[in-house]
């Protein structure tokens, strides 16, 4: 079975600094990962995925993430935060071969300061 | 509209009451998931229906919780005797899931979720 860590429940960074969310998984198989984004009373969006090919992949609004297989890590990135991005953030696994329920990490709350 | 449509999205309830939580998927999407997300304890995996058969009902809290889906379209969450541990807001969603080797990568499109409380 696939598994997903999110490490640091909370990230708190200054506007225009860089972020940098932290996301590692376990799978026996090739994997296809996910971030999702939920702002305040809303559901969760697709930030960006991953299935095959390119491993670093970029999403919405400047995020990118980059697919390390000798890590198994699936970090998210962005160069310089906006207030608007104070979200949650969470990654998740899937696997082909297995059933189509995805695997979600626990989620890190982003904090961008003035 | 094209999304993912949950009603109510508020609902108060008195502890031993029944609720029932409806989701309306995007048109055409054939897998349905329900999650529980509580303060802090982020996404619970709860069911999932292809079409209207459910094979994964693992999640299910308790037999108190039941979920059907009809039409391949519209699902309802039903919470019987609800306790307070149930206040929780409840996500659906919806999405391509069809087919080895397509389904899998087909990312989840959720509903805005229906906060419950009971008191």
């Known amino acids: 079975a696939q598994s997903v860590t999110q490490l640091g429940s909370h990230v708190s960074v200054s506007e225009g600094a860089l972020v940098l969310l932290r996301c590692n998984y376990s799978?026996?198989?090739?994997?296809?990962l996910f971030w999702y984004v939920q702002y305040p009373n809303q559901g969760l969006q697709l930030l960006l995925k991953y299935t095959t090919g390119a491993t670093l992949v970029k999403g919405i609004n400047g995020f990118e993430a980059e697919f390390k297989k000798s890590e198994t890590s699936f970090h998210l990135t962005k160069p310089s935060a906006h207030m608007s991005d104070a979200a949650e953030y969470f990654c998740a696994v899937s696997v082909a071969g297995g059933s189509y329920i995805p695997t979600f990490g626990r989620g890190t709350s982003l904090i961008v300061h003035p | 509209g094209a999304g993912v449509s949950q009603s109510p999205s508020n609902k108060v309830t008195e502890k031993g009451k029944d609720v029932e939580l409806r989701c309306d998927p995007i048109?055409?999407?054939?897998?349905l998931y329900w999650y529980r997300q509580s303060l802090g304890q982020g996404l619970e995996f709860l069911i999932y229906f292809q079409g209207n058969s459910a094979p994964d009902k693992s999640g299910l809290p308790s037999d108190r919780f039941s979920a059907e889906r009809t039409g391949g379209s519209v699902s309802t969450l039903t919470i019987q005797r609800t306790q307070q541990e149930d206040s929780a807001v409840y996500l659906c969603?919806?999405?391509?899931?069809?087919?080895?080797?397509?389904?899998?990568?087909?990312?989840?499109?959720f509903g805005n979720g229906t906060r419950l409380t009971v008191t």
């Open positions: 969603a919806s999405s391509l899931a069809y087919g080895l080797g397509t389904g899998y990568n087909s990312p989840l499109h």
């Open positions: 048109s055409g999407h054939t897998a």
């Open positions: 799978s026996s198989v090739p994997p296809y």
